[in-house]
């Protein structure tokens, strides 16, 4: 806010009155004079309603069109629609299920299985379950978070991917038809399926499996007639195989590792498209140069199961010098309040290859101050410190494997 050129309050601290309220946002858009939204990467960012009441009102939305928000969102209808163009999904099924559907869909797959809830994201509504016994309490408790946090309790089933690295493709695809990819980044390090480390580019990538999973990305966004900055998000397994998770259909927290390893503006080029023009490059003029990575700094405990840590901060110290990048949302005297997402930095290094850009961020870690709260540089210092992650060689197991 201090660096804005104006502010408009949207409400009271607690999200459900400020930043979810529909009706508060158009309203501070109106005073503000704006004529175009930024959804962000939270909040209404994948809201279908909201992007339609942002047109409704005659303002632009930057991001896709309600349709593909809507369509998307609902992880049945988006598995459903990438088979359809070619896209390789998890085994599972394609349609919301019954509990009596869900367990004979289970004993089909075998076990170990995921329940996922249909909406949604952010690891919630969503259960391993290895053996058959434990299924009935994981789809009582699945249908329970996704009721609670997305308003509809509709879920499917999986086959569990062994040991899989969660590797995205973003894409950027303007309304004259074109489509290209910004290549991929590696996001396996995550706790309660949240991020917490992420690369670009990937981690035992071959040419063949980087140029199949471009292309797929492509088809997948072509097939939802995709408009904006988007990513698709796969796993890929042990075997080099990767399968569709979902599309997010927004900006992401890790956008700025793409940034820094293509030199193209993501967020910019956004706003560019929202406003009718074309991307003004195709996909051979997009090259990976260096490698770059990114540590979310967190107001958590990791040594209490990463348990949120609210209060005061007292001293704020950015880590400064060459390839590196702070995203920073607070200051010394901020207050981290329980009302919304305990992210308060993104910091992120970038080198001209993968041993650089590590040297980069060790240096740029031990130079970060934090006081007054409990945060995530411990955890990530550990991290980087970890033999298997500087060999580039972890996947989705890494936080309870190898930081035990």
Known sequence: MRCADEAHLV???????SYLDVERILAAAKSAGADAVHPGYGFLSENAAFAQACLDAGLAFIGPGPATIR???DKVVARRTMQAAGVPIVPGTTAALSNDEAVAAARELGFPIMVKAAAGGGGRGLRLVQREEELAQALVRARSEAKSGFGDDAIYVEKLVSQPRHVEVQVLADRHGRTVHLFERECSIQRRHQKLVEEAPANQMTPKLRE???????????AVGYEGAGTLEFLVDGDGR??????????????AVTEL????????TGIRIAAGEPLGFEQADVGLHGWALECRIYAEDPDKNFLPSPGKLTEFRLPEGPGVRNDAGVA?????TVFYDPLLAKLCCWGRDRREALARMRRALAEYVVTGVKTSLPFHKRVLENAAFQAGRYDTGF???ELR
Do not use: W
């Not at 409400?11 to 009155?17: I, L, M, S, V």
């Not at 199949?212 to 072509?222: N, V």
């Not at 010394?332 to 981290?336: D, M, N, Q, T, Y």
């Open 11 to 17: 409400g009271p601290p607690q999200a459900a009155k």
């Open 71 to 73: 369509d998307m969102g």
């Open 212 to 222: 199949d999973m471009g292309q797929c990305a492509i088809a997948a966004a072509k």
């Open 242 to 255: 990767f399968y569709f998770l979902e599309m997010n259909t927004r900006v992401q927290v890790e956008h």
């Open 261 to 268: 390893v293509t030199g193209i503006d993501i967020v910019k």
């Open 332 to 336: 010394a005297g901020s207050e981290v």
């Open 399 to 401: 936080i309870a494997n």
